[in-house]
Structures are given as C-alpha cells and as structure tokens.
C-alpha cells in the first residue's frame, strides 16, 4: 500500500473522532473516494492474469486507461481517453498484473494508429469508443488472451450479471492497486438510468451498478476497461457521476454491440482507411 492510505485513514480517523455516529464520514467520505469512472472502489484483486485480455494504455509509465484485446493487434478501448492526447506517446502494456513494475508476462507496444470514433462527442459521450493497431501481434500466452466481441445489436437485459475489471487509483488520494481489481455490477434498465441521468443516455449506452453501493458505489470503473458479461465485452467505462455510490448517477458503458459493424470495417479498411466523416 502506498503512503498515500495512511494520508487518507487519519484524515478519516479524525474525521471520526468529530463524528462519532460516521454521519459526516460517509458524506465526506464518498466524496474524498469520489469517482469520475476511473477506479474500482470496493473491489477485489483478481488472481495474477486471470483476465488475459486486459489491456493497461500508459503515458509516461502511468497507467491512464484501461483497454479490451479483442484481436492479436486491435484493442477497444474509450474514445475520451484519447482524446486530445498524443497515442504516439502511449504504451500499451498486455500480461500485466501490477499496474507499474515490470513482469516477465508482460508485452509492451506501441500505437500504430489510434481511431476515435468519427461521431465521438466530448459533451454528451455518445459514442466513447476508440480502437487501438498495436504495432506489431500480440503473443498469445496464459497471460495475454483475447475477448470476443457481442454479436451486432446484442442488448444485455436488466439484472444481467457482470464484471468491470481495471487498474485505477482506490481513492482521490490517488494510491495505485497493488494489481488489477474487480467488481460484480448488474446491468440497469435504461429508462431508469436514463432519467437518472435527465435524458442524456441513448440506446448506444448501457447502464450497471453494483446494487450494494454502501460498500461497494458506483466508482467501479476504469476508463476504457470493458463490461465483461458471460464471455464477452458488451461495454466499455464511459462515465459515471461524481459522487461515489450516488444512485442518482449509475455508472454507463458504451454499448459494444451497437458499434460491431464499424469495429468490422476499420479493422478491415486499416490499411487504406479513409476515415468516414461522422
Ligand atoms: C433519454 O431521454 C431523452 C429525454 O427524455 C430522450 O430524448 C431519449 O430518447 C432517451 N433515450 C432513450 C434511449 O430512451
């Protein structure tokens, strides 16, 4: 554990001591470990590579966004993570479990060529999702594997049992995962979650929560990391609310389905690839 728990167990120590009844504390709380769906909070470690598919994107040897390989040298990921960045910049790291020390698992490429979706909007985040050509084909190993994509217009009902997995911080504190974490989240009917969310969530969305956000909140998520459900990626951690294990907020997933025939024809085109205005 980082220097950054002890910071935040006296701060919630103290906290405490004023507060006995832990009123303030969980108010203060959430809000110190608040989320903008970019950590698992309340998760578990997944056992070392366990999930082979888990694409860490790093800038500077930071670890920035999480990704889904899907094909020996394509990886999904979100479009706002790339976003006014620089992919020349990015590593891709394949294998790992830490988030920051070298493994021997571990395959590490380059961006051949970063396509954000044409349509991608920053404001409204409708269609958030980005696909990365590494540099060269991933090895496939007991530690780097791949995750199948849904079939086109897949839908997962409400109640669907899910996993969201990532290398984000734990807290605003910013303390790294000792290695990659994960959580169970249930998939939310999209009207609630859309009126949750005051009309911004389209059919190409997809809402999940954990359903016990007392301990577990709604900060489950690591930008760009897929929505495992059965076998397959039916999302990718989009965005959520600011407030950790607010329901007034679920977190939502760019629904992977909707985007199948895109993903089908930039994977084929990217050699040529005029990309399609949006
Ligand atoms: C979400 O709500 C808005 C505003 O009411 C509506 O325009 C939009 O179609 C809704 N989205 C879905 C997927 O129903």
């Known amino acids: ?156 009902e409400q109640g669907t049992k899910c996993l969201v997995s990532g290398w984000g911080s734990l807290s605003d504190f910013g303390e790294s995962p000792q290695g990659l974490m994960e959580t169970d989240v249930s998939v939310l009917g999209r009207e609630s979650c859309n009126k949750s969310w005051k009309g911004q969530v389209s059919s190409k969305m997809l809402c999940a929560n954990s359903g016990s956000w007392k301990h577990n909140g709604f900060c489950t998520a690591d930008s760009g990391g897929p929505l495992i459900c059965g076998k397959e990626a039916q999302g990718i951690v989009s965005f959520s609310g600011t407030w950790c294990g607010d329901p007034k907020t679920p977190d939502v997933y760019t629904l992977v389905s909707a985007y199948i025939t895109w993903i089908q024809r930039m994977v084929q085109k990217s050699k040529q690839a005029p990309l399609l205005p949006c």
Request: aromatic share 8%; proline share 7%; with cysteine.
């Open 1 to 156: 554990m980082g220097p950054g728990w002890s910071s935040r167990l006296l701060a919630l120590s103290l906290l405490f001591l004023i507060d006995p009844l832990g009123i303030l504390t969980s108010l203060l709380g959430w809000g110190l470990l608040g989320c903008k769906g970019s950590r698992i909070i309340g998760g578990r470690e997944v056992k070392p590579h366990s999930r082979p598919y888990m694409a860490s994107v790093r800038f500077l040897g930071e670890h920035h966004c999480g990704g889904v390989l899907f094909m020996a040298q394509w990886v999904l990921t979100a479009a706002h993570c790339f976003f006014n960045k620089d992919s020349s910049h990015a590593l891709v790291v394949l294998g790992a479990h830490s988030p920051s020390d070298p493994e021997p698992t571990q395959q590490v490429f380059r961006i051949q060529r970063s396509i954000l979706h044409p349509c991608y909007d920053p404001v409204t985040h409708e269609n958030d999702i980005c696909l990365l050509k590494l540099n060269r084909k991933a090895v496939l190993s007991s530690s780097v594997g791949l995750l199948k994509l849904p079939s086109k217009g897949v839908d997962p």
